[in-house]
């Protein structure tokens, strides 16, 4: 009886370690991130906040090759941009995938065309969307991502895709501004390109075996010693040299000519800037926040804030959502805000626990709260937040979302130190 | 020594001339072999298993290639150097020269060898090191891409290299005489590209946080690669070498005479 | 220049047909050949890709500026110091041709095993710039004139004045305008913009952005004349970076007295 009574705890605690195991490999087998969880987190938390996302499909769901995948969103660009990265007076608008399994057709901020980069105004929200039309089939993480000048890519939240289909099928067809239809993007002018690299490449075999056919190396080096030059470089080699030049001379002349004929109008790579303007501000000073402490407490992963809180709106709000690079924390107790969780949005960026708001009770118009927002889940481990304690700034960013009765969102930013507490 | 070796050598007991090419194309299949199984790895794992550094499958899938590759080439670098220096020639002032001929024809053939592996650092893993780079978000100094370059192919390079180096002091009394600065620079420059990764990684750490290639940072790479000129300082020492070495085994005729 | 006695009987054994020696030195040739042929692939490519890399690996950072002005500058640097050996040693006016042809070998192995297979980029984005009638230019001209300051001044110059026409033919299809987005662009704009290069984005591109001042728009004979000018100094220089490691001495070897060559008086 004891024997069995202690082997029944030595086979949980086995069992337990097998599933532990199972899952670990579930979960560690698909890769979600694009290495972006070793950017430093006080840099994340304090540059992107992407919200209000929408994938035109869902997540884990199968397109086929050449079908089409949008997203949209809100990105918003910290007011209290890191110094040590660049104003982002250079951004650009992309994808993060695993390379062009995905082509990029289309990207707009605010409604501009983003195929040039352009600049943004920190402190401002803009909207973006991103079509992508599947070309390389696979199970793909896509996320929407800005590359910010001096800074490097900065990645939003990705859900999957399987792309199905064959890749050969791939299609991407476009008509140049001179009327050329050209059938495929990806094979186009590649047929020429190598005909000329072997032609070229054609002048150069013949011009070393003319010389490898003889003997090269000792006789050559004692050749030169003895000052043998006629029989080093005989006037056959002269003449085929003369004629050679003038070929490779002549060719290349040729080849501008009929190139200048078959491509009458060509521009030079565009190197434009675009111009967008930020969306309206729609807090413009109704709620102001300020953080008064922050504490990270390490055993129980919880961020503690003690905010202060001023609503200037017309009418009452109250706290619905923390988010900060990605991860969202929904006070579960407030409709709107739960509504606000999209269908389909990345399981391991939501907190599973509510928000903890200390005094829930809705802030009155005028009024100035000081209250403790707790947000609590493993992710700040898994998503590498919590490792802000070992980077040279201990600070942090985030968007709170408070709501009016009427449903309407103010968003805010909330920002400060951050303390660690290592014991309980 | 060589007067001593043609009144020793019967004329009859010469044998006919023939390249060794055996140890040549045994290394050159190794080496295909190698580098051939490290570019299928990659297909097969680095999208699925090498994006995210922080992924424990990083660590299954990579980092354990990474740590057992360091720990083989670190051994086969210590046993063929060792080997070669143990059983090195103790008697070269009386070296044959038709051995002599031998041995530096098939030192000749293994700086093919040499070269083939410095064509997969310099030229195959190294310009495929751009591609995944701008590509992916880079997040470690031990990406699938750098865990074949810098910490496979080069190793690679530099145990052949270093091998090379103490086969010819061991066994050829022409670089065993004297160092040929040539030599050193021809296996030392080429070392100098491992080293240099801390320039890079700095680099990429603290300095340009964007990737293109021909970042400032990566010109350590290329002034080190530019020590491969001195091939031809090499090659001219050969030459002198074979002036030497020729005349003492083959007759005016160009027959063998030892 | 007079040969020794031995270096005489050297040559006459190893021109004597079918020879030991012939044997010999013609495996000797190969060796060599094969040596160099991958030598050369890794340290030119090495270099090409660290300086001017970007450039030629994608379709939408070929421009009128930066690309014609320093590919050809960097193009020179090992064909110039490989001139110096490759002529001077052993009479063999290849060295530009060789390296052009080992870089062209080199880069098409790694564009389709790297940026195609494993990346998934498409040709039209990736294909390298011909850089073979520049730089064999260069060598006919040393063939020719045998001297280090007329192939400076013509044969380096050369390799920039034929950089820009030889690529025209290829590159001309992807300057084709586009209307994409309501936003003109051309087909390589289009193509970059296209195939997702997640961690070198747009503004990343060195490419010409204007100056007010590139006098007509003649920005590519502009940077080509530039280019020749340097090209001219640093085939020069190079050519003496070559002489320089070509004729490395020796130095003693503390540890020869382990191989038996201790005593110089019992050495050959």
Not at chain 1, 405 to 412: K, L, N, P
Not at chain 2, 189 to 205: D, I, Q, S
């Amino acid at each position: 009886m004891i024997s069995s009574k202690k082997k029944l705890p030595a086979m949980r605690i086995l069992l337990t370690k097998a599933i532990f195991t199972m899952v670990l490999m579930c979960i560690a087998g698909t890769a979600f991130a694009h290495g972006e969880r070793n950017q430093e987190p006080f840099l994340r938390m304090k540059t992107l906040h992407w919200y209000d996302m929408q994938w035109s499909v869902a997540n884990d769901a199968t397109v086929q090759v050449n079908d089409e995948v949008t997203m949209t969103g809100k990105v918003h660009f910290f007011s209290r941009w890191p110094e040590i990265i660049s104003w982002p007076d250079t951004v650009f608008l992309g994808n993060a995938t695993p390379g062009p399994v995905f082509v990029r057709k289309e990207t707009y901020l605010n409604g501009v065309p983003m195929i040039q980069s352009t600049a943004v105004e920190p402190g401002r929200v803009y909207d973006f969307k991103v079509i992508l039309k599947a070309r390389i089939p696979g199970r793909h993480h896509v996320h929407p991502m800005f590359n910010v000048k001096s800074a490097g890519g900065l990645v939003g939240p990705g859900i999957w895709v399987n792309v199905a289909g064959d890749a050969d099928d791939f299609v991407y067809s476009i008509t140049t501004r001179t009327g050329v239809v050209i059938d495929n993007l990806g094979t186009y002018g590649v047929e020429n390109v190598v005909k000329w690299h072997l032609i070229w490449a054609g002048f150069a075999v013949f011009w070393l075996i003319w010389w490898f056919r003889r003997p090269l190396i000792i006789q050559r080096y004692l050749l030169v010693k003895q000052g043998n030059w006629k029989e080093l470089i005989t006037n056959n080699d002269r003449k085929l040299a003369v004629l050679l030049l003038v070929s490779i001379i002549t060719l290349i002349i040729y080849a501008n000519d009929i190139t200048r004929e078959a491509y009458p109008r060509t521009i030079p790579l565009q190197g434009s800037k675009s111009e967008v303007d930020p969306s309206p501000d729609l807090n413009d000073g109704r709620v102001v926040v300020k953080n008064l402490l922050a504490e990270y407490y390490l055993p129980g992963r919880t961020v503690l804030i003690k905010a202060q809180v001023t609503n200037n709106a017309k009418s009452a709000i109250q706290l619905g959502e923390f988010t900060a690079a990605n991860l969202r924390f929904i006070n579960k107790s407030v409709p709107a805000a739960v509504k606000g969780v999209q269908d389909g949005y990345p399981e391991e960026l939501m907190a599973n626990d509510t928000l903890g708001v200390s005094d829930p009770s809705p802030i009155q118009p005028g009024e100035t709260r000081v209250f403790m927002i707790e947000a609590t889940d493993a992710a700040w481990e898994t998503e590498r937040l919590s490792s802000l304690l070992n980077d040279p700034d201990s600070s942090y960013g985030a968007l709170l979302f408070f709501y009016t009765e009427e449903g309407e969102r103010i968003v805010s930013e909330i920002y400060g130190q951050i303390l660690p507490t290592f014991f309980d | 020594m060589a007067v001593t070796q043609n009144e020793v050598v019967q004329p009859q007991a010469i044998k006919p001339w023939k390249f060794n090419l055996k140890p040549m194309i045994i290394g050159m299949i190794i080496l295909i072999g190698i580098f051939g199984l490290a570019r299928w790895y990659q297909q097969w794992a680095a999208w699925d298993y090498g994006l995210d550094a922080t992924d424990p499958m990083f660590d299954v899938y990579w980092m354990q290639v990474f740590w057992g590759e360091i720990i083989i080439e670190v051994i086969l670098f210590f046993t063929f150097v060792g080997y070669l220096w143990m059983t090195r020639d103790k008697h070269l002032n009386n070296l044959s020269p038709r051995v002599e001929l031998t041995r530096l024809m098939l030192w000749i053939s293994m700086l093919v060898v040499y070269a083939f592996a410095f064509y997969f650092a310099g030229s195959f893993y190294a310009e495929q090191d751009a591609t995944w780079h701008q590509t992916v978000v880079r997040d470690t100094s031990f990406t699938p891409s750098h865990i074949f370059l810098f910490y496979m192919s080069m190793p690679v390079f530099i145990i052949l290299g270093f091998s090379l180096f103490f086969y010819a002091i061991t066994r050829l009394p022409f670089f065993a005489r004297k160092i040929s600065v040539s030599l050193v620079i021809v296996v030392c420059g080429p070392f100098m590209l491992l080293p240099t990764v801390g320039y890079n990684e700095w680099g990429h750490a603290f300095w340009l946080m964007e990737e293109y290639f021909t970042v400032p940072l990566h010109w350590g790479f290329v002034f080190f690669g530019w020590t491969i000129i001195a091939l031809s300082g090499v090659l001219i020492q050969v030459m002198k070498y074979m002036i030497e070495l020729l005349p003492q085994v083959t007759n005016s005729k160009g027959e063998l005479t030892s | 220049m007079s040969l020794t006695a031995d270096e005489a009987q050297l040559l006459s054994a190893v021109n004597t047909p079918n020879s030991d020696a012939a044997k010999i030195s013609r495996g000797l040739d190969m060796f060599v050949v094969a040596i160099l042929f991958f030598a050369i692939i890794a340290a030119f490519h090495i270099h090409f890709m660290l300086t001017v890399g970007d450039w030629d690996f994608w379709v939408d950072w070929k421009d009128r500026m930066y690309w014609v002005t320093l590919t050809p500058m960097l193009l020179i640097f090992i064909p110039a110091a490989l001139s110096y050996p490759f002529m001077q040693k052993f009479g063999l006016p290849i060295s530009g041709t060789l390296c052009a042809l080992c870089l062209a070998i080199g880069e098409w192995i790694s564009r389709y095993f790297g940026f195609h297979l494993w990346t998934y980029f498409p040709f039209s984005m990736v294909w390298p710039a011909i850089v073979i009638p520049s730089l064999m230019i260069m060598d006919l001209i040393l063939l020719l004139s045998r001297n280090l300051f007329i192939t400076s001044i013509f044969g380096g110059s050369a390799v920039a004045f034929a950089f820009a026409p030889t690529n025209w033919p290829i590159l001309a299809p992807y300057h084709i305008p586009v209307v994409h987005m309501d936003q003109l662009v051309n087909v390589a704009d289009m193509i970059g913009y296209s195939f997702t290069r997640t961690a070198t984005p747009e503004y990343l591109r060195f490419i010409e952005r204007g100056t007010l001042r590139t006098f007509g728009g003649e920005s590519t004979i502009i940077s080509t004349f530039f280019s020749a000018f340097v090209c001219m100094i640093l085939y020069f220089v190079w050519w003496k970076i070559g002489e320089w490691l070509t004729n490395l001495g020796t130095i003693p070897n503390v540890l020869k007295e382990y191989v038996g060559l201790g005593d110089d008086k019992n050495d050959k």
